[in-house]
């Protein structure tokens, strides 16, 4: 069965500092991965995604992500964190050819100024 | 519509009531899924919808839930005799339903509180 495993519940970063979330899955084959962002009393947003192809991808506002295949990892990373990202980020697993996505428990990111 | 439309967006309830969720998914998408959020749980699948059948129920916790689709639009999610512990959040997602894209566009959810 398909997990994702977000290790850090709550992480606060200052305004200007770089930025890693880090997500780990378990999937038999190689997966579709997703991040989401969650702002207060919204729904979810997808920030990027990765199917295939080069490794390092590049999403909306500045974010990117790496696929580590030998890690079973995708951490997200932004290089100068602003205080409107402050959310909540849930990391996804889905199937290829599928869209049913696995979701991990998210990381609640708060920004200080 | 422009976005996936949920309602209502809070309902508060009492325990053994039953209750309706509507999900009116962004027009043209053939794909609707249904997920629970729970504090500190992350986002719990329930249910998937392509067209108006339903291939994959698997994630729906009891026989309390249940979901329909009608005209490959609408979606409502009811719980019957609702459940101090069925309270969370309950968000609707839509997508095109090609299988090489995967994203889903999600509703803004609906709240749910059982007194």
């Known amino acids: 069965a398909q997990s994702v495993t977000q290790p850090d519940i709550h992480i606060t970063v200052s305004e200007g500092a770089s930025l890693e979330l880090r997500c780990n899955y378990s999937?038999?084959?190689?997966?579709?991965l997703f991040w989401y962002v969650q702002s207060p009393g919204q729904g979810l947003q997808l920030l990027l995604k990765y199917f295939s192809g080069d490794t390092l991808v590049q999403g909306i506002k500045g974010f990117e992500a790496e696929f580590k295949r030998s890690q079973s990892s995708f951490n997200l990373r932004k290089p100068s964190v602003h205080w409107s990202d402050a959310a909540e980020y849930f990391c996804?697993?889905?199937?290829?050819?599928?869209?049913?996505?696995?979701f991990g428990t998210g990381t609640q990111l708060k920004v200080e100024l | 519509g422009a976005g996936v439309s949920q309602s209502p967006s809070n309902k508060v309830t009492e325990k053994g009531k039953d209750v309706e969720l509507r999900c009116d998914p962004i027009?043209?998408?053939?794909?609707l899924y249904w997920y629970r959020q729970s504090l500190g749980q992350g986002l719990e699948f329930l249910i998937y919808?392509?067209?108006?059948?339903?291939?994959?129920k698997s994630g729906l916790p009891s026989d309390r839930f249940s979901a329909e689709r009608t005209g490959g639009s609408v979606s409502t999610l009811t719980i019957q005799r609702t459940q101090q512990e069925d309270s969370a959040v309950y968000l609707c997602a839509s997508s095109s339903g090609a299988t090489n894209t995967g994203e889903l566009f999600f509703g803004e959810g609906s709240r749910l509180t059982v007194l």
């Open positions: 996804a697993v889905g199937p290829q050819g599928g869209n049913k996505l696995t």
């Open positions: 999937y038999g084959a190689t997966p579709y």
């Open positions: 919808f392509q067209g108006n059948s339903a291939p994959d």
């Open positions: 027009s043209g998408h053939t794909a």
